[in-house]
């Protein structure tokens, strides 16, 4: 499969893995930034290298004509893919989630900041003194655990 074969399918799929639409009118996943996102990392998986050109392989030899198929055929493929590569796809699935979530114009539609997650985080509400005395209760009752040096 060429390079441009495998980006063509790949935005298929993506699409039927985060369809658009729902409440907040998110868009789906089957865009360049989220597939190059989802190629990258898989070059990096120690999971399960090749997962998705191997699911990619699959789907093709399964359906060559996938990308012109309705999405309730599409789904269709993509179940019997995912009960004959399990592993891969779940890992796909991983990949897929990351790339799209992480996207800067995604975050606001979920209610959290778009500027990086990393290394700022997100502004979190501090614990309450009584959250923490009843979270530590149980470990400062068992007294020491370490030899004192």
Do not use: C, W
């Not at 030899?61 to 055929?73: A, G, I, R, V, Y």
């Amino acid at each position: 499969m060429s390079t441009a074969e495998t980006q063509t399918l790949l935005l298929k799929v993506l699409d039927e893995i985060i369809p658009a639409g729902g409440a907040r009118r998110m868009p789906s996943a089957g865009v360049k930034a989220v597939a190059d996102g989802v190629l990258t990392a898989t070059a990096y998986s120690n999971r399960s290298p090749g997962a998705v050109i191997r699911l990619l392989e699959a789907i093709s030899l399964k359906s060559p004509d996938f990308q012109n198929l309705s999405s309730n055929l599409r789904v269709d493929v993509l179940k019997e893919v995912e009960a004959a590569y399990p592993a891969d796809f779940t890992e796909l699935v991983r990949l897929t989630y990351t790339a799209y979530y992480s996207r800067a114009d995604i975050r606001p539609m979920l209610g959290v900041g778009a500027h990086p997650v990393h290394p700022d985080g997100y502004p979190v509400e501090p614990e309450s003194d009584a959250l923490i005395d009843e979270l530590t209760t149980p470990v400062r009752a068992r007294g020491t655990a370490y030899r004192l040096a």
